[in-house]
């Protein structure tokens, strides 16, 4: 069964854990449970699924390379394009992700390895974090 499963994988931006189980990445990352995940999705029809892009964002969010946005709903979400991360994407549709460590630490290679229940590799060097914008009805707020 895929959808209870951790994978450690190269993400669009960097190493990263990858599941649609959002306990099993709790307790891996030893975070706090009401901290929200990204959930990275393989298509903007999976996206519309789970929240309405405002009218005005279409265009960007369609458009978008490694760049998560929060939604107005408070949740937030990154359309994937690169290759290698939708070949998982594809088949679960979409998946909660986050990086490949401790929260607040750097990434350790055998953390990462003794949680994961299964590597997908090659795992190559982290990359830069992705943008992250808020969406309102109107506005554009850049939060990193």
Do not use: C
Request: glycine share 2%; aromatic share 8%.
């Amino acid at each position: 069964m895929l959808t209870k499963k951790v994978f450690l994988t190269q993400t669009d931006t960097t190493i990263g854990f990858v599941s649609q189980d959002t306990e099993r990445l709790t307790r891996i990352k030893q975070r706090p449970p009401h901290k929200h995940y990204i959930t990275a999705v393989n298509s903007q029809k999976t996206l519309q699924r789970f929240a309405r892009i405002p009218s005005r964002h279409h265009n960007r969010v369609r458009r978008s390379k490694k760049t998560t946005f929060i939604m107005p709903n408070g949740y937030s979400y990154r359309l994937i394009r690169d290759r290698h991360h939708l070949l998982l994407l594809n088949r679960l549709k979409w998946a909660y992700t986050t990086s490949a460590n401790l929260s607040g630490s750097e990434y350790d290679e055998t953390f990462a390895e003794k949680n994961a229940d299964v590597i997908i590799t090659p795992l190559r060097s982290t990359e830069q974090a992705s943008r992250i914008y808020k969406l309102g009805k109107t506005t554009l707020k850049r939060i990193r």
